[in-house]
């Protein structure tokens, strides 16, 4: 029974939205090294992501996994886009 609870529970809940801290401003997808500027304003920001190696003109660089197509910063254990 709590199963099948807990089955309509996550089925007809609405998820969450991610907070507004972990979208980054438009113009930093624009530049030419994008990478290394969401790195660095997840850095001042101090978000509490994960960070994980990614290859780039220039080297590798650790940068906070993102989302082209929405344009935000993934948060831990998240999954926000079906794309």
Not at 53 to 79: A, D
Request: aromatic share 10%.
């Amino acid at each position: 029974m709590l199963a099948i609870c807990s089955l309509f529970s996550t089925t007809l809940t609405t998820p969450a939205e991610i907070p507004k801290h972990f979208v980054p401003p438009d113009d930093i997808f624009e530049k030419r090294n994008f990478v290394k500027e969401i790195a660095r304003w997840a850095n001042e920001k101090q978000l509490p992501v994960r960070y994980v190696t990614m290859s780039t003109e220039g080297g590798n660089i650790k940068c906070p996994p993102f989302c082209l197509y929405c344009k935000v910063i993934k948060p831990n254990r998240t999954h926000h886009c079906r794309r």
